[in-house]
């Protein structure tokens, strides 16, 4: 298959039932002269998204997972400089079980906006807003931060299932490090989550049922219980 050499590029085309394979590198919402911490990646409905590609095509078997593959990184101004980067990462709010997120690395959003109304206030990672049952398989989840979960803020999430995630160093203020699950009764599969922090519930601040299966937890910590 050939793979997408721009993640912007390829969701900006794509519709309900495509199919969009990106080749290992790192991608930005924006950069360089009048970028905008509001840019985001915004998943469209129905549209399947595999990254870990080598760069000019590849197969499924040569898909790279590692946190040196396809990187969606929130670090679109001064690389040195966190307080520049883009609120949040990726937006995949008011989508349903048809969509799919996999192979990717996310990082370094920082939704530290003081409109916490919006997404850009929340959370660093990925928005799930009132979402239906979005796929996540094989996502690394690094050094995010947000108000209300680090990584991800499922709020209204009803059934998301994450599948073989890597949750690491990601900081939230007001609960959940990695993330931050409202309703819904999300399923965990094969995740890990090391060194996630927050002022409650290091690793995640949950209030509805979820499920979980082989998930480890590891340093997670949070200074208010």
């Keep these: 298959a050939d793979a997408y050499t721009s993640f912007q590029s390829a969701y900006s085309v794509v519709s309900s039932g495509d199919f969009v394979f990106v080749a290992n590198g790192t991608y930005k919402p924006s950069a360089g002269i009048g970028y905008s911490r509001t840019y985001t990646f915004n998943l469209k409905e129905g549209v ?45 709010s008011n989508l349903t079980s048809a969509t799919k997120l996999s192979g990717f690395t996310i990082e370094r959003g920082m939704a530290d906006s003081s409109d916490f109304t919006t997404i850009f206030g929340k959370v660093g990672g990925i928005a799930l807003m009132n979402t239906g049952s979005i796929g996540l398989d094989s996502i690394n989840f690094n050094r995010n931060f947000g108000k209300y979960g680090g990584a991800i803020n499922g709020n209204s999430s009803n059934n998301i299932t994450v599948r073989g995630c890597n949750f690491s ?6 609960g959940g490090g990695a993330a931050y699950i409202i309703g819904g009764s999300p399923v965990w599969q094969n995740c890990t989550f090391i060194g996630n922090t927050s002022n409650t519930g290091g690793a995640l601040s949950i209030n509805t049922a979820n499920t979980f299966s082989n998930c480890s937890f590891t340093s997670n910590s949070s200074s208010g219980g």
């Design 48 to 92: 399947t998204y595999y990254g870990g590609f080598p760069n000019g095509g590849g197969t499924f078997a040569t898909r790279d997972f590692s946190a040196t593959g396809t990187i969606l990184s929130g670090n679109i101004g001064n690389v040195n400089d966190s307080t520049d980067n883009c609120f949040t990462v990726v937006n995949a």
């Design 169 to 174: 160093y990601n900081h939230s203020l007001n």
